[in-house]
């Protein structure tokens, strides 16, 4: 990246304040230039790859697009290992056990949420409670024309995130997308650790 040079009257103006100012090491050379500020680099993502605007190999004339390849949260769920017990996860899975506990976030905000979620999940372990449900729901498509984007199905993607964080990280062992008789979509399956 090349810096840019300084404007005339940003020259001025650097050339007032540094006029005023004690040089903290007289014996360097000093140019204006030399403390202009630049934007620094962006960092690549690690799920990225470039596209080029026309089929073919990439050359000096084809324009390449960044294209971020974050997973989904379903991806990301689905995709955790099994810490748990093989054939427990699968019937989890299928549907066949049944969530001794139920949350159902439904109709609130993040900050009502997360303080619910941590009381729950900290209070059916401590219940001895095995597997739970969190009804987070779906999301609504909203059509509003706000400038700023806002995510669909906000707890849907927020409560696995908060599931991996201290203190719930230390007391869940499995999260997992519900079956379609539980909830599928809009709900998890949280599968605790025993209590010691």
Request: proline share 14%.
């Given at each position: 990246?090349?810096?840019?040079?300084?404007r005339p009257d940003e020259e001025e103006l650097w050339r007032k304040v540094a006029d005023r100012t004690d040089r903290l090491h007289p014996e360097k050379p000093f140019h204006p230039d030399d403390f202009v500020t630049t934007p620094a680099p962006k960092p690549r993502l690690k799920h990225t790859f470039e596209v080029t605007a026309a089929l073919?190999?990439?050359?000096?004339?084809?324009?390449?697009?960044?294209?971020?390849?974050?997973?989904s949260i379903v991806d990301q769920v689905t995709t955790q290992p099994v810490q748990m017990d093989r054939k427990a996860f699968t019937q989890m899975k299928r549907g066949k056990l049944k969530p001794e506990g139920k949350l159902d976030l439904h109709g609130m905000t993040l900050d009502r949420a997360h303080p619910a979620l941590t009381r729950f999940i900290l209070s059916a372990q401590s219940q001895g409670k095995r597997l739970v449900l969190v009804v987070t729901g779906k999301g609504k498509n909203r059509d509003d024309d706000s400038p700023i984007p806002v995510r669909f199905g906000v707890l849907r993607h927020q409560v696995p995130q908060w599931l991996s964080m201290p203190p719930l990280s230390s007391v869940v062992l499995q999260v997992s997308q519900a079956n379609v008789r539980h909830g599928g979509g809009g709900a998890y399956y949280v599968y605790l650790r025993r209590q010691r």
């Open positions: 990246m090349t810096r840019r040079k300084l073919g190999k990439p050359s000096a004339s084809r324009p390449t697009t960044a294209v971020n390849l974050t997973p």
